[in-house]
């Protein structure tokens, strides 16, 4: 569980988006001193994007050489950096990975998807004539920037826990967020690899794959067709990555015991199995038709010390959402209130909020902080070039200081 006891306020900075903006000591200590003085509890740093390729002295991962043709500091360790000046202004400092984000199609560097492409997620579309076909992800015809390893590759696995295994041995970090810890997509991973560790699973051979898991409707923005094994396939899913959380726990803890285990997710839950996640409480029944009786056991949100839930909506309330024409739930409020629901009080909860959706609208992103800290135990800024490109620090230091 989070060590705080008040509502906790996170500020989260990419690494893409802020790589010359915290390339220096100078500039780190500066946001530190910042973050102090609007009451920020916790700062994330994004020290392995989706590129793979890390932003801290490893002997594992590949580190940053250049950026868009620029060269970054060589022997420049911006994790450290981050731990001495945040502690220094007794911010905590969380170090985040791109779980299964391994190269980026924007980026000629990357991690482990172009050093091993056999790690890559195996991606089921369908050719101009509509035929199916399966493809590594990194020649898939609609790839979007992320290229993502197979979650279930046991190789894979034991290379992502060397690196988080990695960071909390080596550097004093407060705890460990793992974010794309997912699948890309439903379409996603469909390799020979997962058919047979599937069919293992349900002791039972796929006799038309992936036809019997799903089909795809040949009308682009239609659902899938679902085959005879497409809950136990999504059940399958979700299995594998409540074991690798597990596994991560563990990982972090045998290392040190308070150290935490944090995680970001979308507040979408009921659309979140696409992704091939639980991240509800065991407890919880999930609103699927087609979970079985044991889906909910692949729950993990009593493996995470703290989660932040991505409310990312322009509109704070549902009545405001239904007022500009939009669905309830794609308001700040709907999805605090689903991700409360859902996590059965496991683990806080901090409502993630999206800056860029409030540009020009400080007010509304006020009252977007208020909702958050209302409904939920924290809040998630997301992300620092915004709050920089907008000027808002001031706005964050009156918000946090009010009484709530």
């Known amino acids: 569980m989070s060590k705080h006891t008040a509502k906790t306020k996170v500020l989260w900075c990419d690494a893409e988006a802020n790589l010359w903006a915290l390339d220096s000591r100078e500039k780190v200590a500066e946001l530190a001193s910042q973050c102090k003085a609007v009451s920020i509890d916790i700062i994330v740093v994004d020290v392995k994007p989706l590129t793979g390729v890390v932003l801290y002295n490893s002997k594992i991962a590949p580190r940053i050489k250049a950026w868009s043709g620029r060269k970054y500091p060589e022997n420049y360790d911006l994790l450290q950096v981050m731990v001495e000046e945040g502690h220094k202004a007794g911010i905590e400092v969380h170090a985040s990975i791109n779980v299964f984000a391994e190269a980026s199609t924007e980026q000629p560097e990357g991690g482990a998807a172009i050093a091993h492409p056999e790690w890559q997620c195996i991606k089921y579309e369908l050719d101009k004539v509509g035929k199916a076909r399966l493809v590594p992800a990194s020649k ?33 970090v407060d705890g460990i967020v793992l974010d794309r810890m997912r699948y890309p997509d439903i379409k996603s991973d469909f390799s020979k690899l997962s058919k047979e560790m599937f069919e293992k699973w349900i002791g039972a051979k796929v006799e038309r794959f992936p036809e019997d898991i799903f089909a795809i409707d040949p009308i682009p923005g239609q659902d899938v067709v679902r085959g005879k094994h497409f809950g136990s396939w999504m059940e399958w899913r979700t299995r594998v990555i409540h074991d690798f959380v597990a596994d991560i726990r563990r990982t972090v803890k045998s290392i040190r015991t308070e150290a935490q285990v944090g995680v970001y997710v979308g507040s979408w839950y009921t659309y979140y199995y696409d992704v091939g996640v639980n991240w509800a409480s065991p407890k919880h029944k999930p609103p699927y038709d087609f979970a079985s009786s044991t889906y909910k056991e692949t729950g993990y949100a009593d493996l995470v010390d703290w989660m932040c839930t991505g409310c990312y909506y322009p509109h704070p309330t549902r009545e405001e959402a239904r007022a500009s024409g939009i669905a309830e739930w794609k308001s700040v409020e709907a999805g605090c209130e689903e991700s409360i629901d859902v996590v059965e009080n496991e683990a806080p909860v901090y409502a993630s909020l999206y800056l860029r959706d409030y540009a020009g609208k400080p007010d509304v992103f006020e009252r977007a902080i208020d909702m958050a800290l209302t409904k939920t135990q924290g809040v998630m800024l997301f992300d620092l070039v915004y709050l920089r490109d907008y000027g808002w620090w001031d706005l964050l230091k009156r918000k946090f200081s009010e009484k709530r």
């Open 140 to 172: 898939a015809a609609d790839q979007h920037f992320a290229i993502f390893v197979n979650p279930a590759n046991a190789d894979m696995q034991a290379y992502e826990l060397s690196i988080i295994s990695e960071i909390v041995t080596n550097y004093n």
